[in-house]
Structures are given as C-alpha cells and as structure tokens.
C-alpha cells in the first residue's frame, strides 16, 4: 500500500498541473509565435509545443498508468477493483491516442504540403487540427469520459456509505456526465468551471488514497451488509 500511496501523491499533482501547464504553454506560444508577425509562426508554434508538452504529458500519463497498476496491486484478488482499473486503463490508452493523433497530425500538416485549410487548436489534452482530427478526438473524449465516469462508480461500490470517500466518488461522476454533456459548446465559461471542479474533486480523492484511505475489502463488504 505504501507504493500505492506514493502513486496517488504523484498522480494527484500531476494531474493538476498538466493541464493548467498545457493551457499556459499554448498561450505563450501563441503570443510569441503567432501575433508577434513572425515568419512560419505557425510553424514554430506547434514545434515549440510539442518540445515542451511531449515531457508534460509522458509524466501524466505514466502516473495514471503506476497509479492504476498499484491499485491493481494493492486490491489483488477484488473483482470491482480489477474491474474499475480496467475501465481507467482503457480510458488513460485512448487518452493518450489522442494526444498522440493531435500531435502527428498537427506536425504533418506544418512541415508538409497537404494543402490544409484550417487552424491548430490547443487546449489541456493537447495539440490538434480542426476538421476531421478535431471531430474524431473530440468524439473519443466522449467515450473516456464514460469510461472514467464507470471507473469511479466502481469505486463507490468500495467505500462505506455517508463516507467522505463515497461522496466524492458520487460527485465526480456528476461532474463528469454535466461536463461531457458542456463539451458541445467547449466555449462556455461553464464548461471550464466543470472542468476545474473536475480536477479539485480528483485531487481530493487522489489525495485520500495518498493520506491512506484504504477502500473496502469485497468479502468484508458483503458481511457487513448481510442481513442478521
């Protein structure tokens, strides 16, 4: 459990600061880059972004991969724990496919002639090109934010009820459906109020595990609830 904890710390930082480092990285750069009149800005924009967010998002996401690992570690032999690390396995893949076809296609586009018209967006998940990439992203951001929302549900079937714990869990869930459903219109205010509710909430929760929160035992639950 003490590895366990070690991941939850690291993963709970982490997971606060990326993307709030990304968003802060894609304004430098489109200010420096972009509206300063700067030749093949453009260019150097994405350049410049891939050098520094590639780093970025190799921590974030090897410290959900420990992280999900230790879980599995840690609760070896439950059902709904091995069950919620696989949907969070699944999710943190395709989240990282996703920065990975944002980033190929923006760089293809700027250093080859595809004769592409249209614009490179960032954002806290990365880099990407609006048009098809954008819509093929976005569209699998739906499916992780599913997935998460299940992996957190099985979490809740690990803690007690009324516990602090349990509330969180129940709290993400509903941020997350809110927030998938925001994402039609990723300009409201709203959404980015969701967004930052998101990522306290989980570092509340990742904090928890961290100060050696211990979710419920299957075999010790179904006793506790068996009727006398």
């Known amino acids: 459990m003490e590895q366990l904890r070690k991941d939850a710390a690291g993963l709970a930082v982490w997971n606060t600061v990326t993307p709030v480092a990304a968003v802060i990285l894609a304004v430098f750069a489109l200010n ?21 967010e590639i780093p970025l998002f190799v921590f974030y996401f090897s410290r959900w991969f420990s992280f999900l690992n230790s879980l599995k570690t840690g609760y070896e032999g439950n059902d709904t724990m091995r069950n919620a690390v696989r949907m969070g396995n699944i999710a943190t893949a395709l989240k990282l496919g996703c920065f990975a076809l944002g980033a190929t296609a923006s760089l293809v586009i700027v250093t080859g002639n595809t004769g592409y018209n249209g614009t490179i967006t960032a954002s806290e998940t990365g880099i ?38 349990r509330i969180l869990t129940v709290v993400q869930i509903l941020l997350m459906v809110v927030w998938c459903r925001l994402t039609i219109n990723s300009q409201s205010p709203v959404w980015g109020i969701f967004h930052i ?32």
Not at 32 to 52: A, D, E, H, P, Q
Not at 135 to 160: C, D, G, N, P
Not at 200 to 213: H, S, T, V
Request: charged fraction near 20%; glycine fraction near 6%.
């Open 32 to 52: 420096v880059f972009c509206k300063s009149g700067m030749r093949n800005g453009i260019t150097w924009y994405v350049v410049f972004l891939l050098f520094t």
């Open 197 to 228: 509710l998101i990522l306290l909430n989980e570092f509340l929760f990742l904090w928890k595990i961290y100060k050696g929160y211990e979710f419920v035992n299957q075999k010790e639950k179904g006793s506790e609830e068996k009727p006398e």
């Open 128 to 165: 990407m090109p609006t048009g098809v990439i954008q819509q093929i992203i976005e569209s699998v951001m739906y499916a992780i934010v599913i997935l998460f929302s299940i992996m957190f549900l099985f979490f809740r079937e690990l803690t007690e009820k009324k516990s602090e714990m």
